[in-house]
């Protein structure tokens, strides 16, 4: 143990689980602890450092991340909506509760070939199933959207989770 | 995937213990053994079911920045693009989606700045137009999916 830590160590120690457990943890007995030995650090210290960041936003969540298309999830739909830029803020919030979104987000419009500034995931096992729940969003935005699609994903092509460059 | 693994992946999408031996603690909860569940998520791992299994992390609260992008790749270039732009270590997703802009790729990086820089070597790899989307409100991240 050093006194006096500079403000550093703790942020470098970040960096350096984010590289080592973002792609996954050890599946093993003790897996803060093979990671703190590869860290060249202790458990209690990476369980604290994963601890802080869980707390403050850092780590969303720890646990099982499924990949939607083995659960029988095949038609995810990224439904995209040209929303009015004045009501948008407003009706956003409404749109990410909806149970079936799983993401929402405002981002720019790249007009003419793109229009749409407000994205939400639709996940269901069907087409038809994303259809309907598209035109519940819809509803909900009524006449602040003048234009909405669905595109749906066809293959996955790189899924790796976080790996910082070094 | 049998029903002691649909348990697991819907009860373990979060929460997992911070503490020694936390496979163990998981495991009590689900009614199984810690070696059990080490094999079953091994064998959920391997077979794809998960994506992953450990912390999601969130690069913004670290200073960091993802951005989404997309490109309007013409067919016969596709897979060789996809190679080129997967190529890219900041390049955490990327999927073909049925649109005239086909493929959308979020990239992840430490600096906003860095972000633009690899979709500029993108476009210049490629020779096609990068979209760059980042986000500029979120209104809900989150996961709710039942086996």
New interface residues.
Partial sequence: MRSGREPGDA?TL??RL?QA?????P???????EVAAALGTD?ATV?AT??A??A?????????????Y????RANG?AVFDVDDAM??EL??L???F??????????R?PP??PYNLFAMV?AKTRPAVETRVRQIRSRLGSACRGD?I???????????????R | MDATDRR??AG?????P???????RAARELGLD?GEL?RR??R??E?????????????E??G?TYV?A?M?VPEDAFDRV?EM??AH?????????????N???VV???TPERAEAVLGEIRAETGIEV???????????????Q?
């Fill in positions: 942020a970040e960096r984010v457990i973002g792609t996954g943890l599946l093993v007995p003790d897996p803060y602890a458990e369980i994963l601890e960041m869980l403050r936003g850092a780590i969303r969540r720890i646990g099982a991340v499924p990949n939607h083995a659960l029988g999830y990224m948008v803020a956003g919030p749109i990410g509760a149970d079936f979104v799983s993401h929402c987000y405002r981002r720019p790249h070939l793109w996940h699609t595109l749906y994903s066809r293959r996955i092509l790189k899924k790796t989770g976080l790996r910082l460059a | 697991i992946v373990l999408q979060g929460g997992f911070l503490c020694p031996r936390p496979y163990e810690e080490i998520l091994a959920l791992v077979t794809g079911v998960l994506s992953r299994f450990g912390p999601l992390f969130n690069v609260a670290m960091g989404l997309a309007a996809a732009v997967n270590v900041e390049v955490a997703h990327n999927y073909e989606r049925e649109h005239l802009l493929m959308w790729f992840a990086a430490e979209l760059s989307m980042p986000k500029l409100e979120e209104y809900f991240v989150g996961l709710r999916l086996p």
